[in-house]
């Protein structure tokens, strides 16, 4: 168990690491004052939002995948109700600033309006996973509590697996159309809540079992 635990945390981990690399990119340039172009001249414009979301995002990616280590958690239960505390700060953070980018900051070229329906639908799925999470953990319902974090995280890691379907569309298809880019930006989403489903459903027939 603590073998297959510490894969998931390396897996999580690593699904992180190009977005918190692209992250700190656009956060050095940002500080850098690096030339202004037409794709980045919104962050420039309001670069708080941004900054906001890049650093929650970091913390939440990373501090979020320790709380997977279920030994971990049952030896230090204080510090994962601190961690978890910080963590739905953080993921309702990342959530609001991702939607406040999505409906106030200019549409980057490329940018249609079913990947804008898609920013908006996740982005609000996720925030309202973390508060239906952070509701049942006051109610005392620890597996539904587990569940809803999960899918919230889920949907957070989102920017790490939309790398590796963008990159299998565009080696499978060529470089992606507004629509195809849509459609794999979603299947990232949805591939990674298919996958917390999928632990969920596995750990509520351990329990059963």
């Not at 981990?13 to 202004?36: D, N």
């Not at 849509?182 to 999928?198: H, P, Q, S």
Request: charge should be positive; proline fraction near 4%; hydrophobic fraction near 50%.
């Amino acid at each position: 168990m603590e073998g297959s635990t510490t894969r998931l945390v390396a897996a999580l981990l690593l699904l992180s690491v190009i977005p918190l690399v692209a992250g700190v990119a656009r956060l050095t340039s940002l500080a850098g004052g690096a030339e202004i172009t037409p794709s980045n001249a919104r962050f420039f414009a309001s670069p708080l939002p941004v900054v906001a979301h890049i650093l929650s995002a970091s913390a939440y990616a990373v501090l979020g995948a320790f709380q997977f280590v279920h030994g971990f958690r049952r030896r230090r239960p204080g510090w994962h109700r601190i961690a978890g505390k910080l963590l739905v700060l953080c993921g309702l953070l990342v959530g609001l600033s991702g939607l406040w980018m999505t409906l106030f900051y200019p549409r980057p070229d490329g940018t249609g309006e079913l990947l804008y329906a898609l920013r908006l639908l996740f982005g609000s799925a996720m925030v309202a996973s973390i508060l239906l999470g952070f509701a049942r953990i006051r109610q005392g319902d620890v597996i539904r509590h587990r569940a809803w974090m999960m899918r919230g995280y889920a949907i957070g890691l989102g920017a790490g697996s939309q790398v590796l379907t963008l990159s299998a569309g565009e080696l499978i298809v060529g470089p992606p159309s507004e629509l195809s880019h849509a459609l794999l930006m979603g299947a990232g989403w949805v591939m990674n809540l298919a996958v917390a489903e999928w632990a969920i459903r596995k750990g509520e027939w351990r329990r059963k079992a």
